[in-house]
T-cell receptor
């Protein structure tokens, strides 16, 4: 089955800096790659997603890039704010979703 | 925040006891899922259902059971056979397994007394 690896497990940045989280996947049949943000004790919320026929997608301060050849995709957050602090999960989907282990992002004011 | 509701928010299980977690959705979604989340780990699939009266095992189904008698409801029972049940349980739904967006409930924290 699919295997999704996510790095780093924790990331600490200064407010205003950029943050990058990377995921790799193993199955080239994966065709959909969402990113979820989860605040402590809350439900995961979809923040951005990308399909396998697209290389990059941007939504305000958040962007996702996909490299199908290398089988990796990344989340980029620019101009980070304290409210960006949360755990971020990547996922890859074939018929089911396979999740990465999460990155705890801490934005220091 | 509405659409998919989990209850209770916190649940305690005694040794040898079965407990049932509730998941209800009013999104008219066909597919429903149960995930387990342990600290520092990603979401692992327990069971999923693509349609009423049908469900399939996920990656960690042992010690769990489900039913799908109604489209809007997908309860999860944590049986006494699950020896390490303490975790955060998330229910999710989507229009179908071929559609992409997952909508999550707010979760149930299960602990062992």
């Amino acid at each position: 089955g699919e295997n999704v690896e996510q790095h780093p497990s924790t990331l600490s940045v200064q407010e205003g800096d950029s943050a990058v989280i990377k995921c790799t996947y193993s199955d080239s049949a994966s065709n959909y790659f969402p990113w979820y943000k989860q605040e402590l004790g809350k439900r995961p919320q979809l923040i951005i997603d990308i399909r396998s026929n697209v290389g990059e997608k941007k939504d305000q301060r958040i962007a996702v890039t996909l490299n199908k050849t290398a089988k990796h995709f990344s989340l980029h957050i620019t101009e980070t704010q304290p409210e960006d602090s949360a755990v971020y999960f990547c996922a890859a989907k074939i018929t089911k979703f396979y999740f990465g282990s999460g990155t705890k992002l801490n934005v220091k004011p | 925040d509405g659409g998919i509701t989990q209850s209770p928010k916190y649940l305690f299980r005694k040794e040898g006891q079965n407990v049932t977690l509730s998941c209800e959705q009013n999104l008219n979604h066909d597919a429903m899922y149960w995930y387990r989340q342990d600290p520092g780990q990603g979401l692992r699939l327990i069971y999923y259902s693509q349609i009423v009266n049908d469900f399939q095992k996920g990656d960690i189904a042992e010690g769990y059971s489900v039913s799908r008698e109604k489209k809007e409801s997908f309860p999860l029972t944590v049986t006494s056979a699950q020896k390490n049940p303490t975790a955060f349980y998330l229910c999710a739904s989507s229009l179908g397994t071929e559609t992409e967006k997952l909508f999550f409930g707010s979760g149930t924290q299960l602990s062992v007394l």
